[in-house]
Nanobody, 123 residues
Framework: QVQLVESGGGLVQAGGSLRLSCEAS????????MGWFRQAAGKAREFVAT????????MYTDSVKGRFTISADNAKNTVTLQMNNLKPEDTDVYFC????????????????WGQGTQVTVSS
């Protein structure tokens, strides 16, 4: 099993920045892929970014390209999402997700999920 704990959400004005972190704890193998999704109340979960923990591959949804950066610190078993130039439409609950091997933008390919952290961007 893998447990994921997110931190770093909050309230920020449009144009501001936030940094989300997700720490993974596990008994066996480290997840091979970790990523971020977001979800608004009453809406489907949306892919944001993902990466292989080797750092060889990263993937972003189009709406965040050039503004968000995903990175990993394997020594700390942590993946970080740096979010710059935030917009009101980025307001959502952000979830960290992990997979043993699936490098994907589809949420059903991820086996483990964090509890979510709220990001609110005011206009």
């Amino acid at each position: 099993q893998v447990q994921l704990v997110e931190s770093g959400g909050g309230l920020v004005q449009a144009g501001g920045s936030l940094r989300l972190s997700c720490e993974a704890s596990f008994r066996a193998a480290r997840p091979g892929v970790m990523g971020w999704f977001r979800q608004a109340a009453g809406k489907a979960r949306e892919f944001v970014a993902t990466m292989t923990m080797t750092g060889s591959d990263t993937m972003y949804t189009d709406s965040v390209k050039g503004r968000f950066t995903i990175s990993a610190d394997n020594a700390k078993n942590t993946v970080t999402l740096q979010m710059n130039n935030l917009k009101p439409e980025d307001t959502d609950v952000y979830f960290c997700a992990a997979s043993r091997t699936s490098y994907s933008r589809f949420d059903y390919r991820y086996d483990f999920w964090g509890q979510g952290t709220q990001v609110t961007v005011s206009s």
